[in-house]
């Protein structure tokens, strides 16, 4: 691990670029309350693997005790960013920031050279940003889940011939749509009755049929469009039947999220700048589906504080929403259609909800995806023990660290496995992905659904 020399370095390790501020770093109290809260010290039972360790060790750099050994680096690598820490903290601790800033540190002045990062850190910086990447990549992978090829890739996973992130990779990859049935406007054939769409220079407009009762605007995320376009497109008829305006800016790009939890600081806020300009036009609420989105846009304001376009930033950040909040907020018409067990039209469907750590602990939303559920005739909703413990997903966690993203995921299907429901719901679709792998390979017969799906089922209809 490379570090500055002592002679170039100031009183601490970090230099004065978007280092993590001392004042926040100083306000742990040291009280423990966080460390049963956190996966990583439940998984591993060490200190400098729970929250209060880590923030000693963002202190011990600030204050120029210590340098990133690889060991540092290696129990921050850890870390989830699941904020889990801050939902217990008494003394509001900004943990997933200091964390953040500190990684930033980290990667732009260390080096720390491997293939799986190099490529990593290719794909956050030229791939994810560019939509049009994103959706080569997914017809890539599309051609991969054709017959012949998807038995080649089946059966060199299972001899051990595939690295390990790419065996995973692929079998966390959903059926990709083919590209004509991905865009945006594929929704216009299916818009509920009276409802319109509008293709202006700035981007998409959907009229709702009537008088509209608000306008809010949809960011999309850089995978959605690619690998859940269904999603986006029962996103949009949702809000439309809820009366709503959706705006869909053209200048719309990635949230940044992952590249902030990499330590890619600049990047991050690269995207943040965009995002800013593109959502700058007086929508209500901008709305999001991704829970990793939503937490990056609530975000914006804090990363571009200082720059020139902090005060946009923190309008976008104070209008962010999880599309459930909007729902649950605006109200939705009588559900179409009763959902019910799979196995018997008489029996109620039984739902369990996961809390998306960028949802519970990040953005502090629990209440309305629930509410919306409750509120769905034939769901018979059971609460999951442990709902806001991290799953294991977190970004690309569950590719970098297969091993203690697997240790989460083991707890959350036990639990999953105690209420023995039909479908699991959460808001984020790593989520999904990461426990629909887990349950498979555990031969469990449960469906991972996003709450826009299943509330599409009962709104929309079968196929919406
Ligand atoms: S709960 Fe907060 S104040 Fe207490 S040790 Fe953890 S981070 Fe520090
Ligand atoms: S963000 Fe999550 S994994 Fe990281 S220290 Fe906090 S609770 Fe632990």
Redesign the pocket.
Known sequence: MDTPTPSTRPAGWFDADDAPPGPDLA?????????TACPTYRTLKTEPDS??GR?YLMRGLAEGRIAPSDALVTHLDRCLDCRA?ET????G?P?SQLLEATRGQIERRTRRASLARLAGTWALRAVLPHRGRVQWVASLLRLSQAPPLAAIARAMSERGVLPRVMAQGLAMTPAIAPRAARPLEAVARALPAGARMESRAGGLVFHPAGTRRDVVALHTSCVMPAFFPALDHATVQLLLIAGLEVRVPAARTCCGALQAHAGLRAEAKALATRNTAAFADGATFIVSNSAGCGAALRETGHLLHGSPAAEAATSLSTRARDVSEVLAHFGLPEPARTLHAPEDPARPLRVTYHDACHLAHAQRVREAPRRLLRALPGVELVELPDADWCCGSAGTYNLSQPDLADAQLVGKLDRVAQVAPHVVVASNPGCLLHMQRGAEARGMRVRQAHVVELLAEAHLGAGH
Do not use: E, F, Q, S
């Open positions: 306000t742990c109290i040291h009280c423990g309350l966080c460390l929250p209060r923030l820490c217990v903290c008494p003394a601790v943990y």
